[in-house]
């Protein structure tokens, strides 16, 4: 398996109040990107990072900010919790080469935002 | 922005039969992967393809790439429980931002 790891693996919170999720990795790989995951939308991605402090928007990144001030880990921030980012959050780690980006994920962290 | 579709949306066949799983693009694909996720795990890399009509195969697992790039398959051979779960395509857009279909179910009954 490679090594990342994500936690929590499952949180419950309120509405409003601020929520962190964080992915670590032992891989020393440049790119990590965070998805969620919901029924009938697949896996969309939120935000990624190519290096450290180095971040860029995904498809939905509304209510989301993302930092990484170190090579190994990748933080996700929803900065006032609202129902509709009820979710399973994916980390995501790949090393593009000109040939192939094979990202590598994390088991997941489920949120519920009540 | 670029869509993968995926057929069928969901799938249960009995085991030792085989299956086909689709992925269509409406644009070109410059890398096209597959992968596999366990019910509440998460996804677990399978295969890559790149070239027009390029086929690979790991253990009873076949993937291939249609000649013009916007059509792929996966197809199981003599399906077995450990092959239930649920399958992805993804595929990577000139921004290095991935996009995944939204996934076929498969359930392999004993």
């Known amino acids: 398996d490679a090594g990342i790891t994500q936690s929590p693996r499952h949180k419950v919170t309120e509405t409003g109040t601020p929520v962190t999720l964080r992915c670590h990795q032992t891989?020393?790989?440049?790119?990590m990107y965070w998805y969620r995951q919901d029924p009938g939308h697949g896996l969309r991605l939120i935000h990624y990072?190519?290096?450290?402090?180095?971040?860029d928007k995904g498809e939905v990144s509304d209510g989301y900010s993302v930092s990484r001030s170190k090579t190994e880990d990748f933080l996700l921030t929803l900065e006032s919790a609202t129902s509709s980012q009820t979710s399973v959050y994916f980390c995501?780690?790949?090393?593009?080469?000109?040939?192939?980006?094979?990202?590598?994920f994390g088991a997941g962290t489920r949120l519920s935002v009540l | 922005s670029q869509e993968l579709e995926q057929s069928p949306q969901s799938l249960i066949v009995q085991e030792g039969k085989n299956l086909t799983i689709n992925c269509t693009s409406s644009?070109?694909?410059?890398?096209l992967y597959w992968y596999k996720q366990k019910y509440g795990e998460g996804l677990i890399f399978l295969m890559m393809?790149?070239?027009?009509?390029e086929e690979k195969s790991h253990e009873k697992i076949t993937a291939k790439l249609d000649e013009k790039k916007q059509q792929s398959s996966l197809h199981i051979t003599a399906s077995q429980p450990s092959h239930a779960g649920i399958y992805l395509c993804?595929?990577?857009?000139?921004?290095?931002?991935?996009?995944f279909g939204t996934g076929t179910s498969l359930t392999v009954i004993p």
């Open positions: 393809l790149q070239k027009g009509g």
């Open positions: 644009k070109t694909l410059y890398g």
């Open positions: 891989e020393n790989h440049r790119y």
């Open positions: 993804g595929a990577e857009n000139t921004g290095n931002q991935f996009y």
């Open positions: 990072s190519y290096g450290v402090k180095d971040t």
């Open positions: 995501a780690i790949s090393e593009p080469t000109e040939a192939k980006n094979i990202q590598y």
